[in-house]
C-alpha cells in the first residue's frame, strides 16, 4: 500500500476563516491546475523544452534534399527564433497581445473569442457536493467554505484538506 | 493540369489524425504529445508513445495552451515523426489543408504558416475549423435530413480543451453565434485524477493512466438523483486493479470482490475504488459549476449558442445537434444531453442529438 496517498497537514492550527476573495483565487487556482499537462512543476509550457527535441539530421532524414542541408547547423524558421525571442507562449498572452493589436483583424478575433464565451449558468443554484464523498452535501466548513455531508466527512476534511491550498 | 495531392491533418489538442485527402486508406490517429520516461532521458514522439510498453509512466508534453497551438518546439518534432512515418509522399510535393480551432489567433495563424512553408516546405496552405467537415461528414450519412439538405446544423464538439456549440447555416460556422465552455476532456481527466487521489490511490503523476481509466469507467448519468441513491448502495462501484508493471500495461476494471472470492493472487494487486467519480466526473459538462466554474453547462449554452443566429434558423438548427469530440463518446451522453435540450427548447420544434 506504499502508493496510497499521505498527505501531510501543512495547516496552521489557528482557527482561521478565509475570506470571500481568497475563496475565490483558491478556485481560479484550481481551475488553472486542472488544464495542467502533467503533475508537480511541470507547466503548459515548460523550461525544459530542450529535452524533447530529435536531433535535426534524425528528423529530416528520409527528406533526402532536406537532410543534406541541414546536417551540422541546426536550421531555424522566423517562428521558432521568434519563439525564443519571446520564451515559452501561452495562450492568454497572445490573446491579450491580440485584443491589445493595432492591427484591427487580430483585435476582431480576440473580441470574438471572448464574446463566444458560454455565459453564466442560469436558474437553479449551484449544486452541493461532499468535497469528500461527493454525495449530496448540506453542510459547509466555517473555515474554508468547503462542503461536506456528514460527522464524518467532515473530519476527513479537517484532518487532509481544510485550508490546505490557502494555509 | 493534375492538381497536387492534398494531406490532410486534423490537429488536435489530445490527438492528430493524418491521411491524404481522397485516399481509400483509413486516416491514422496518434497522441499530439512528446513523452519523457521518468528517470531515463528518453523521448517518445507522437504515435511512439502508444507503442511504448510503459506508456502509463511517460510524462507527456503537449503542443496546445487552451486549445490552440503555441509550442512549436513540441510540435514539430510530432509533425516531423508523422510526415515522415505516415505518409508516402514528400511534403513538397503536397498541399496542407489542417483543422484549426474557432476564432484562432492571426499571430498563430501567421506562425502556422511560417512552419508549413519553411521547414516541411508544403506547395499549399489551407486551415479550417473542424466543425464544417464534421457536418458534412453527418451531411453525406443522411442526405435527406430536411437540415442537412440546407447544411444547418448544431456541432457540438466536446474536445479535450473546450466544448464549443457551433451554429451552421449553408455548411459555414455562424461566428458570432459560436459558444464555448471552458472545459474539455483535459480538465475532467484532471480532475478524476484529483478526485481518486484524495479518495483511493496516488495517481497524481500518472495521468495517462488515469486517462484511460477514464475512457473505461466513466459514463453520463442520465437520471442523476436516481444514479446517486444507486451508488450509495454500491450499485455503481467499480475495481480497477492497476498494472503490474509486468504483465499488464493498463489495468482493468472488475465489480467488486466478494469476501470469499480473494486468491493469493489479489492480495498483491493495487486496486483504485471507484464509485460516483465514474458520473460526477462527466457531469462537469452539464454543470460546470461542480469545479467552481461560472459558466453555463452544455444544453443552455446549445440554446444561448441558437438565440444568437437569425430566428428563421433556429427550427432547423435544433432539428440537427450533432455530437462530437472525444467527450461525446461517453455512454449517456446523447441521451443525457437530449433530455435536457428537449426541456429547454419550446415544444413545437424538434429537437435531436446525433452522433
Ligand atoms: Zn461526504
Ligand atoms: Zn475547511
Not at chain 1, 449544486?127 to 461536506?148: L, Q, T
Not at chain 2, 502556422?112 to 512553408?117: A, G, H, L, R, S
Not at chain 2, 499488464?248 to 460516483?276: D, S
Not at chain 2, 435544433?318 to 435540450?341: H, I, K, M, W
Amino acid at each position: 500500500m506504499e502508493r496510497r496517498s499521505v498527505r501531510s497537514r501543512k495547516v496552521s492550527k489557528r482557527i482561521a476563516t478565509v475570506s470571500a476573495a481568497e475563496r475565490e483565487n483558491v478556485t481560479h487556482a484550481r481551475l488553472e491546475a486542472l488544464e495542467n499537462d502533467d503533475a508537480a512543476g511541470e507547466g503548459v509550457v515548460g523550461d525544459s523544452d530542450e529535452e524533447f527535441l530529435l536531433e535535426e539530421s534524425d528528423e529530416e532524414m528520409e527528406f533526402g534534399k532536406r537532410s543534406k542541408k541541414s546536417k551540422g547547423a541546426k536550421r531555424k524558421t522566423r517562428a521558432m527564433l521568434e519563439a525564443e525571442r519571446k520564451g515559452p507562449l501561452t495562450f492568454a498572452s497572445l490573446l491579450e497581445e491580440a485584443a491589445a493589436s493595432e492591427d484591427p483583424m487580430a483585435k476582431e478575433v480576440a473580441r470574438m473569442y471572448s464574446a463566444a464565451a458560454a455565459g453564466p449558468p442560469e436558474g437553479a443554484a449551484p449544486r452541493r457536493w461532499c468535497s469528500v464523498c461527493g454525495f449530496a452535501a448540506p453542510y459547509k466548513c466555517v473555515r474554508c467554505g468547503s462542503r461536506f455531508c456528514t460527522r464524518k466527512c467532515y473530519a476527513v476534511h479537517m484532518e487532509t484538506r481544510c485550508l490546505k491550498f490557502v494555509g | 493540369m493534375n492538381p497536387e495531392p492534398v494531406v490532410v491533418l486534423d490537429n488536435g489538442g489530445s490527438s492528430c489524425k493524418i491521411g491524404m485527402a481522397g485516399a481509400s486508406d483509413p486516416f491514422r490517429l496518434f497522441p499530439n504529445a512528446v513523452g519523457r520516461s521518468k528517470g531515463e532521458r528518453q523521448s517518445f514522439v507522437g504515435d511512439q508513445i502508444v507503442g511504448y510498453p510503459d506508456a502509463s509512466s511517460l510524462s507527456l508534453k503537449r503542443p496546445f495552451d487552451r486549445g490552440y497551438l503555441v509550442s512549436w518546439d513540441v510540435e514539430k518534432s510530432v509533425w516531423w515523426r508523422a510526415f515522415k512515418s505516415m505518409l508516402q509522399q514528400q511534403p513538397q510535393d503536397c498541399g496542407l489543408l489542417m483543422t484549426e480551432a474557432p476564432f484562432n489567433l492571426p499571430s498563430i495563424q501567421t506562425s502556422t504558416m511560417q512552419m508549413v512553408f519553411e521547414e516541411y516546405g508544403f506547395k499549399s496552405f489551407l486551415a479550417m475549423p473542424a466543425q464544417p467537415l464534421s457536418l458534412l461528414e453527418w451531411q453525406a450519412q443522411q442526405p435527406s435530413l430536411p437540415a442537412n439538405t440546407a447544411g444547418i446544423g448544431v456541432v457540438v464538439d466536446a474536445g479535450f480543451s473546450f466544448t464549443h456549440a457551433v451554429p451552421m447555416c449553408d455548411g459555414r460556422l455562424l461566428p458570432g453565434a459560436v459558444r464555448r465552455i471552458n472545459v474539455g476532456g483535459k480538465a475532467l481527466t484532471n480532475y478524476f485524477k484529483e478526485l481518486v487521489s484524495y479518495r483511493s490511490i496516488n495517481m497524481m503523476e500518472e495521468t495517462y493512466l488515469v486517462d484511460n481509466i477514464k475512457e473505461q469507467v466513466c459514463f453520463v448519468s442520465t437520471h442523476l438523483a436516481s444514479d446517486l441513491t444507486a451508488s450509495r448502495k454500491g450499485t455503481h462501484k467499480l475495481e480497477y486493479v492497476l498494472p503490474d508493471g509486468v504483465n499488464e500495461r493498463i489495468g482493468y476494471a472488475r465489480k467488486p470482490l466478494a469476501k470469499g472470492e480473494h486468491t493469493e493472487k489479489n492480495a498483491k494487486e493495487q486496486v483504485l475504488t471507484l464509485n460516483n467519480e465514474r458520473f460526477m466526473v462527466p457531469e462537469v459538462l452539464f454543470q460546470p459549476t461542480d469545479i467552481g466554474l461560472q459558466q453555463a453547462g452544455l444544453p443552455q449554452a446549445i440554446v444561448e449558442a441558437v438565440e444568437a443566429a437569425p430566428t428563421d434558423l433556429h427550427p432547423l438548427l435544433y432539428s440537427n445537434v450533432l455530437c462530437t469530440g472525444g467527450c461525446a463518446t461517453c455512454p449517456g451522453f446523447q441521451d443525457r444531453l437530449y433530455r435536457e435540450l428537449r426541456a429547454l427548447v419550446p415544444d413545437d420544434f424538434e429537437a435531436s442529438a446525433s452522433s
